[in-house]
């Protein structure tokens, strides 16, 4: 092997250790883009910033100084393209947004490919530590930070037997919850009255308790509890 495939060899097995090392996180948290994205996101980046390191590659027998190449639009370019497959992992589900931080992860990676695909090993070491300090410890710290969580309820009872909104307001406020917005609806076939809501508390425990408290009220003919989050 000539000393310029092994430089390239380096820059492309670099590539796949960092994001093969952010993709494992990502997997072992069971996220939509996990291992081998990540990876290939790295590997990508750094190959394609790889072209403007040999760029007189391109054009054998044409001398350099006659060509003038930015090799920053390659990166810009990357970055762009990376904007697309964010978006791939980010999906709504009712009011909540899920995969902001996959779609975070996966641009970061890129951006690591693009150091260690212009040869600047040691910023792209300490990103990939950041990285994954950011995707590990920072879990933990942010589950310790005192925080309002927020779910989706609604709620159901018979029409002739429904329960006041003032008596559906002190019920959640019992259990730690108060009211963001509320609706109201009467099914279809006009046998059942909805209250629909965002209810807010400061203690994830607290939705367990309200379960619980609402399994146990015959009043109730249905309801749906869905937290909302990452």
Not at 151 to 175: P, Q
């Amino acid at each position: 092997m000539t000393a310029e495939l092994e430089v390239i060899a380096v820059h492309l097995v670099g590539a796949v250790l960092a994001g093969g090392i952010i993709g494992i996180e990502r997997s072992f948290h069971a996220r939509p883009a996990g291992f081998r994205t990540h990876t290939l996101v790295c590997l990508a980046s750094s190959l394609l910033m790889l072209v403007t390191l040999y760029q007189w590659k391109w054009l054998p027998g044409v001398p350099m100084d006659t060509v003038r190449t930015d090799p920053t639009r390659m990166a810009q370019g990357i970055m762009t393209g990376i904007g697309f497959l964010g978006a791939g992992v980010i999906f709504k589900e009712g009011l909540s947004v899920r995969g902001l931080t996959t779609a975070a992860s996966i641009w970061i990676t890129a951006a690591i490919g693009i150091l260690i695909g212009v040869g600047f090993y040691e910023p792209a070491v300490i990103a990939t530590a950041l990285t994954l300090g950011v995707l590990s410890a920072f879990r933990w710290i942010e589950a310790k930070l005192p925080s309002h969580s927020y779910a989706h309820h609604y709620i159901r009872f018979g029409r002739d037997d429904v329960m006041s909104e003032s008596e559906v307001r002190s019920f959640l406020a019992e259990h730690g919850f108060s009211i963001a917005n509320m609706s109201y609806r009467v099914t279809e076939d006009g046998s059942l009255f909805e209250y629909k809501m965002v209810i807010k508390c400061t203690s994830t425990n607290d939705t367990a308790k309200l379960v619980e408290s609402l399994r146990s009220l015959p009043r109730v003919r249905s309801f749906r509890v869905s937290p909302t989050g990452d």
